[in-house]
């Protein structure tokens, strides 16, 4: 039966990746010695390798994989603050003065964001639509409100309620019971962002080496010397960007980054009408459950993308699919019937505060714990750290990131936390 949901060219791979085939960088051979070595070249690590190469250091960037074929090219391309905690947790956590620096922080990686991607005339198309955060109870619609509410008024964030009786002007459904609009928020096609990340690091002199992935890291004097599918070569600096693959050669960032799946659908093209009344006003949509969901149309407005995390344990896209479908239906149940045409995974890496994280370690840098904004502006911070820019200053330097005494790579909590979170949402509605 779940099998009826595809179409006839149904893929297990990113819809993003149709327009934006991989691989899409170069593929050259590994120099001896570079001034930078960047491990990733997902936003964080091209967006890092611009601010190298442009201050005349020899920079390589390297992937195991096709460049950018981690979450870069395969996201919802929801762009937000990335930031999960509210104002007042985030006040609790390090104090008021600090939390309103994290969190203006944060709006700087939005307007940065649309700022690059102006400037360097990327056609990714970004539009500012604003996201529509929707509560799936009367109790989640209050706590949306005190988060509102308690956002200082310096920030401008222009966020406003929807109560539930005006919400058919914001989405085509009954199932949620009001929300916010958060209007600076955005939308952009990930692969497409990508690729003028890539184009434009390659402009400045950054080399890219895919298909190279590095196994161990030893420290020199001085200097570092990676080991890798390609053989090795020396680094004055080490930049990590490689988020929910983060693996043994940087045990102490591996220890404190969790990789969790998250998966999505593409649907088949849909009626336009049917899109303008699902979704009338382009926004992207998130919901406040503990197992969010998140969606937006395609940009041409033709199909749904539909994202969450559906599984108790990480699987295959065509496993999952059905059971994203069935969450869209939830909300759309005029969707019954209409096929998939694309489902894909990737690797998230989450911080066990939930919080962004960027610095030093052992001499190595390295920025994790991100979305799409940060993980490009943290990126650029991380790289003008390196070269000792006294702009790479940022708010989040220096908080404490910490892994748990029971996690080492294995996240078998991960199974039993999603059960748990499930019985919440479940709960409540
Ligand atoms: C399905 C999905 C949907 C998402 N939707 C959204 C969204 O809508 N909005 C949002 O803000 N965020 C979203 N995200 C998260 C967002 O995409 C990521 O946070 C962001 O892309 C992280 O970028 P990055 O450069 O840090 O890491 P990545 O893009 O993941 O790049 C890491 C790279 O490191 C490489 N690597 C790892 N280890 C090694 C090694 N040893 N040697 C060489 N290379 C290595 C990997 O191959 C990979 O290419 C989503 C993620 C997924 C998977």
């Known amino acids: 039966m779940s099998q009826m949901i595809f179409t006839e060219d149904f893929k297990e791979t990113p819809y993003w990746w149709e327009r934006t085939p991989r691989p899409v960088g170069s593929d050259e051979s590994l120099p001896e010695s570079a001034d930078v ?69 944060s709006f700087n990686a939005l307007t940065w964001v649309e700022r690059f991607i102006h400037e360097n005339n990327i056609d990714c198309d970004f539009r500012k639509v604003g996201r529509y955060h929707a509560a799936h109870t009367d109790q989640a619609l209050a706590q949306i409100e005190a988060d ?70 030893e420290q020199q004097k001085g200097s570092f010397k990676l080991i890798t599918a390609k053989g090795s070569i020396t680094a004055g600096d080490v930049v990590i960007g490689t988020g929910g693959y983060t693996g043994n050669p940087t045990p102490w960032q591996q220890r404190r980054i969790v990789p969790i799946g998250t998966y999505m659908i593409a ?48 699987t295959r896209p065509r496993i999952s699919a059905p059971q994203l479908h069935q969450q869209m239906v939830c909300r759309f149940p005029e969707l019954e019937s209409v096929k998939v ?40 911070r991380i790289g003008q750290k390196v070269v000792g820019d006294p702009q790479g200053a940022t708010a989040f330097d220096g908080l404490p990131f910490s892994g748990r005494f029971y996690y080492r790579k294995n996240p078998w909590f991960l199974a039993p936390s999603i059960y748990y979170y499930r019985w919440l949402d479940q709960r409540k509605t």
């Open 37 to 105: 070595v960047i491990i990733g070249s997902g936003y964080t690590g091209l967006s890092a390798a611009i601010q190298t190469a442009q201050h005349g250091r020899h920079t390589v960037v390297v992937d195991t994989e096709d460049a950018g074929w981690g979450c870069s090219s395969r996201n919802g391309g929801l762009v937000s603050t990335s930031l999960k905690l509210s104002f007042d947790l985030l006040s609790r956590k390090f104090g008021s003065k600090a939390a309103l620096d994290i969190l203006k922080e």
């Open 148 to 217: 509102i509410k308690g956002i200082p008024k310096a920030l401008n964030t222009g966020a406003y309620m929807i109560e539930p009786q005006d919400q058919h002007t914001k989405i085509g459904s009954d199932f949620y019971h009001g929300g916010a609009v958060y209007p600076h928020h955005a939308s952009l096609d990930p692969a497409r962002f990508h690729q003028g990340l890539l184009e434009c690091a390659q402009s400045k002199g950054a080399q890219i080496v895919s298909h190279c992935k590095v196994d161990r890291i």
């Open 267 to 314: 649907t088949e093209p849909l009626p336009q009408e049917t899109i303008t009344r699902l979704i009338p006003n382009d926004r992207v949509i998130t919901d406040s459950r503990k197992l969010v969901v998140y969606y937006r149309t395609c940009p041409e407005r033709r199909r749904i993308i539909f994202g969450g995390r559906v599984s108790l344990r990480e």
């Open 341 to 380: 045409s694309h489902s894909w995974m990737g690797f998230m890496g989450y911080t066990f505060d939930e919080m962004p994280h960027l610095g030093k370690h052992d001499g190595i840098y390295y920025s994790m714990g991100v979305g799409i904004s940060l993980a490009g502006y943290f990126g650029m």
